[in-house]
């Protein structure tokens, strides 16, 4: 077994002992990643945080707090294999290729479990993560230090939705 086998074992491990204890597993100490979308290379998400699906955890993806105006939500709801939450599927508005998904309605038993409470889900292998960086460009920035999505610099620049537009 290699070392990231190894690594991504560890982390299932530390998920499935969250679970069980009813801890958390909202880590605000995980790197903030920048996503592009691998088919096109447009930004897709400045606010990504790695993440476990809660209902398979041998699957990894991205996870944010607020869309970005570079995704499009597409064609009607659906119901998931493992649960009650209706999905959504989401696309580059640049390529148009399926990127990921959002939560529209999560079920119950998945509002209970231990999540981070972001509902916009990317699939990692159609993204391409990049550790966002402070104003210096040395230091990788941690959730625990990522402002609020309206103070956000990197998020606010061209990535978000006018503010006119939301107030209609």
Request: aromatic letters at 8%.
């Amino acid at each position: 077994m290699n070392q990231q086998q190894q690594q991504r074992q560890q982390r299932q491990q530390q998920q499935r002992s969250n679970n069980n204890n009813g801890n958390a597993p909202f880590n605000p100490l995980k790197p903030v990643y920048k996503l592009l979308c691998r088919y096109c290379h447009n930004m897709v998400c400045a606010r990504g945080m790695r993440a476990i699906l809660l209902a398979d955890t041998n699957i990894e993806l991205y996870s944010t707090d607020i869309p970005a105006t570079s995704i499009q939500l597409m064609d009607k709801d659906y119901l998931t294999r493992t649960c009650h939450c209706r999905i959504r599927d989401v696309a580059c508005r640049e390529c148009g290729n399926i990127i990921g998904y959002h939560v529209v309605a999560p079920c119950s038993r998945c509002l209970q479990a231990c999540n981070n409470g972001h509902f916009w889900m990317f699939h990692s292998d159609a993204c391409q993560p990049n550790e966002r960086k402070d104003i210096t460009g040395k230091c990788t920035i941690l959730w625990n230090n990522l402002p609020r999505a309206e103070q956000d610099f990197d998020f606010i620049m061209g990535t978000t939705i006018p503010y006119d537009q939301i107030c209609r």
